[in-house]
């Protein structure tokens, strides 16, 4: 720091304009918040860290297929064409669902790599004094459904709204996929963890400390039609290369590979076969 300084002074006899940027370079590296300090990791709002998440699914995450067939939520074909209907105008999507050994990390099930990154980044919140943990990661989609028919309170367009403001149906969880983790201390709620001091630990600094093992924010608070309201202990795994490197701003279609990416192509994750959408879902 105190190198800086100098070389920034050392350039500047005696010109003003030249001493106030020295001053601005000082300020600049003092002013960087604590959370920055970690690394040198692109920041990105709310449709960002969605587009992540889109674009490591449909590109770069391996072991997930999606259904061949649409999975049903009550007995009734015709109440369920329009549950599927009122899911997809809150924004859910259907979502690819895990194949193959999952890895358990005290008895939560996940894809091998989230389990190493998870691993990982609890060692930093105990060392932290932070008593938070994981409680919920693979769900397939029979354990989606009993979720969602525990919330659903009769067949009308309010009852199924309601239930979707909480629970995804059988088919459009990101749990399926095994790569998302939902966060909770042992004695609170879901709902309880955005006021925790786990939550500022984790999002200080635009995220800084899961985005460096490749967690980002699932259902961020600044995106509008995703799905679920916002869920501030909810979080995916898209890997660190894929955060360093970024995705297209623009991730038109939902199930497709994105274009390009915004860096060194030849050095970030992609390029895997991309994923066809089910027939069953195709407009
Ligand atoms: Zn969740």
């Known amino acids: 720091m105190a190198a800086v300084a100098e070389a920034a002074e050392a350039g500047a006899p005696g010109n003003p304009m030249r001493r106030l940027l020295a001053a601005a370079v000082v300020l600049t590296v003092f002013a960087t918040p604590a959370g920055a300090a970690y690394d040198d990791l692109p920041e990105y709002d709310g449709e960002g860290f969605v587009a992540l998440y889109d674009h490591a699914v449909a ?22 064409d329009r549950i599927w ?15 193959g050994e999952l890895a358990s990390v005290g008895g939560v099930r996940m894809q091998a790599p989230v389990a190493e990154a998870w691993r990982a980044l609890q060692a930093e919140i105990r060392a932290d004094g932070h008593g938070f943990t994981v409680t919920s990661a693979y769900r397939s989609p029979d354990s989606q459904r009993t979720n ?51 939550h500022a630990w984790m999002s200080e600094g635009n995220f800084a400390r899961p985005k460096r093992h490749g967690f980002v924010p699932s259902y961020p608070d600044d995106v509008e039609n ?33 274009a390009a990416l915004t860096r060194d192509l030849a050095r970030c994750p992609g390029g895997q076969e991309p994923v066809t959408v089910p027939d069953w879902l195709a407009p």
């Not at 919330?151 to 709204?161: F, K, N, Y």
């Not at 149906?169 to 709902?191: M, V």
């Open 59 to 80: 590109n770069t995450l391996p072991h997930l297929a999606y259904l061949d067939e649409r999975p049903h939520v009550t007995r009734d074909p015709e109440l369920d």
């Open 85 to 99: 209907e009122l899911a997809l105008e809150r924004g859910y999507r259907l979502r690819p669902v895990a194949t």
């Open 148 to 198: 969602f028919l525990s919330r659903l309170r009769g067949s009308s367009d309010e009852a199924i709204d309601e239930a979707l403001r909480w629970y995804s149906i059988p088919g459009t969880s990101k749990h399926h996929s095994g790569y998302a983790l939902d966060f909770r201390y042992p004695n609170g709620t879901f709902g309880q963890f955005r006021a925790s001091p786990g």
């Open 226 to 258: 995703q799905g679920p309201n916002p869920e501030p202990w909810e979080y995916v795994w898209v890997g660190r290369e894929l955060i360093v490197c970024g995705v297209p701003q623009e991730v038109g279609p939902v199930f497709g590979p994105a």
